[in-house]
Nanobody, 114 residues
Framework: QVQLVESGGGLVQPGGSLRLSCAAS????????MAWYRQAPGKQRELVAG???????KYADSVKGRFTISRDNAKNTVYLQMNSLRPEDTAVYYC????????WGQGTQVTVSS
């Protein structure tokens, strides 16, 4: 039973942009705040940005002013617009409930490199 499906990752040059999408099952999306997390090689998974059901947001200091999280309640989808990407943003990006996570999806790889 797949509940979280992330997409939209890829290879981008520094300074470029990507938009990630996360399709969530209704049982998750309608009842929980959602967030994007990321895990770089050799590092722990970290919170990137979170959004409540009323669309209040929170961002990691490292992405403030560059990333924007949003949600479309009609589509049960959470987005992460990433601008001004840096090599240190390279990671596998996941979406999940926030702050108490559930089962993880497969994630989507973001690679920022010239």
């Amino acid at each position: 039973q797949v509940q979280l499906v992330e997409s939209g990752g890829g290879l981008v040059q520094p300074g470029g942009s990507l938009r990630l999408s996360c399709a969530a099952s209704l049982s998750i999306f309608s009842n929980y705040a959602m967030a994007w997390y990321r895990q770089a090689p050799g590092k722990q998974r970290e919170l990137v940005a979170g959004i409540t059901r009323s669309s209040s947001t929170k961002y990691a200091d490292s992405v403030k002013g560059r990333f924007t999280i949003s949600r479309d309640n009609a589509k049960n989808t959470v987005y992460l617009q990433m601008n001004s990407l840096r090599p240190e943003d390279t990671a596998v990006y996941y979406c999940n409930k926030w702050p108490n996570v559930g089962d993880w999806g497969q994630g989507t790889q973001v690679t920022v490199s010239s």
